[in-house]
């Protein structure tokens, strides 16, 4: 886990992330139009009490459909041991970097004890590429392989059971990041900081960056926060990058942890170009 300042750490609902058993490709991106307001889809409520959830989740949809960004991942686990026995369910996001790679953040793998691992997963992990929606029809399902945590941030590249060859993958920053710089941010994570089911669309919000550390930056969403366009449980790992039209883009950081969604303040994430060597190294190897 990271920080130990009071912020809310780490941004999977459940530390873990996953992949879905199977594959499966279908059409051809387009960009997506306007659809209704946000407030004709109000964000389900969690239920009061430890470790409850609400019964069911409402339909819900984005006030403004993102880019189709297809190289988008939404991670999911149905099996990641407890300490005591048993199993519980987790989620991340992330983004393909490469035909059999995707980039998360690094705590969405780990032990029983929380502890980051590299190798073969400790769980099934399950990774959907290239929809907007659970309904899309488009995009593939695969699952995690293999792990490689980066030496130095919360940052972790996963190898996939089967390339995704029909989608570009973000391209490696070739430049360090500056304060100001605009990012774009794209996620499967909750629509609330209780309710830590993921979402069944991917959100969308724009940031900027304000401070840069050797090994992470700390960014702020440009417009007033919500649930869809902010980092909830469940969005580690969540790209940020510059877009490039509405299908390829340069990753530039990855979501960490931050304030409870959709509370105003700096995410935490993990820069990307401060790895780009020994993210080429691993990609290669």
């Excluded at 969403?221 to 940020?240: A, I, L, M, Q, W």
Aim: charged residues 20%; aromatic residues 4%.
């Amino acid at each position: 886990m990271k920080k130990s300042s009071g912020r809310k750490p780490a941004r999977p609902g459940a530390l873990a992330l996953a992949i879905v058993v199977g594959a499966g490709v279908a059409g051809t991106y387009v960009s997506v139009q306007k659809v209704e307001a946000a407030d004709e889809h109000p964000v389900a409520q969690g239920v009061t009490g430890q470790g409850a959830h609400p019964t069911s989740t409402p339909p819900s949809t984005p006030a403004l459909a993102p880019s189709v960004v297809p190289f988008n991942a939404k991670l999911h686990s149905d099996n990641i041991p407890l300490p005591t026995g048993g199993v519980r369910s987790g989620g991340c996001s992330g983004s393909l970097i490469a035909a059999d790679w995707i980039i998360t953040a690094g705590h969405c793998f780990h032990d029983v004890n929380m502890v980051r691992t590299g190798g073969k997963p400790d769980f099934t992990m399950n990774v959907t590429i290239g929809k907007i929606s659970d309904d899309d029809p488009r995009g593939h399902v695969v699952q995690v392989v293999d792990v490689r945590q980066s030496p130095v941030n919360d940052l972790a590249l996963a190898r996939l059971s089967t390339p995704v060859t029909d989608i570009k993958p973000l391209t490696l920053p070739d430049r360090a990041p500056k304060v100001g710089d605009p990012l774009s941010f794209a996620g499967w994570g909750a629509l609330s900081a209780t309710d830590t089911l993921q979402s069944d669309h991917l959100k969308h919000g724009r940031f900027t960056v304000k401070k840069v550390h050797q090994y992470e930056l700390e960014i702020d969403s440009v417009d007033p926060r919500t649930v869809e366009n902010s980092p909830c449980p469940d969005d580690s790992g969540s790209p940020y990058f510059i877009p490039d039209g509405d299908q390829n883009g340069q990753i530039v950081a990855v979501e960490n942890n931050g304030p409870d969604c959709p509370q105003p303040g700096l995410e935490t994430t993990a820069r990307v170009d401060a790895v780009v060597t020994w993210i080429h190294k691993q990609l290669d190897g």
